[in-house]
């Protein structure tokens, strides 16, 4: 069976996360919020578990740790988060949410659940599941490669 390349899985994989980052990032602006996409997403991160060691949130959020720490420094610049030596291991660095990082989150919170919804809108709650759980598998396909 022959398939047009855009309607390949991985071209519709690769549109599809094209189209989000880029209507999040209209969002954010919208709100006045000057973050990334990624910074967001390091936001919801700490908001969930705040105070995570950088190898720990790089692990969950599938980063190198150099990426990683650039883009905790670009939001410490702009005062959302800031970092700590782990008092258990001088070498390990622990990263906590500013009172600004708390503001952004809870300013761009709802505003994504919001967009979250429209973007499933028309899915059921079955077609949801498998949507992700085919996500999983395909991630989990390309991290053995």
Not at 3 to 9: A, M
Not at 50 to 65: W, Y
Not at 80 to 107: H, I, M, N, T, W
């Amino acid at each position: 069976m022959s398939v047009r390349f855009n309607e390949s899985p991985g071209f519709l994989i690769d549109r599809s996360a094209h189209m989000l980052r880029m209507r999040a990032r209209a969002k954010l602006a919208d709100l006045g919020i000057d973050l990334t996409t990624e910074e967001m997403i390091i936001l919801v991160a700490l908001n969930k578990n705040d105070g995570q060691r950088i190898g720990d949130l790089a692990a969950l959020l599938q980063r190198d740790n150099t990426t990683l720490t650039r883009q905790i420094e670009s939001l410490e610049k702009k005062g959302c988060v800031r970092r700590k030596s782990a008092p258990d291991d001088r070498r390990a660095v622990q990263v906590f949410l500013k009172k600004k990082g708390v503001r952004y989150f809870e300013s761009f919170d709802p505003e994504m659940r919001a967009f979250r919804d429209q973007m499933l809108s028309g899915l059921s709650e079955t077609e949801q599941k498998l949507l992700t759980a085919c996500l999983r598998k395909i991630q989990a396909n390309l991290s053995s490669l």
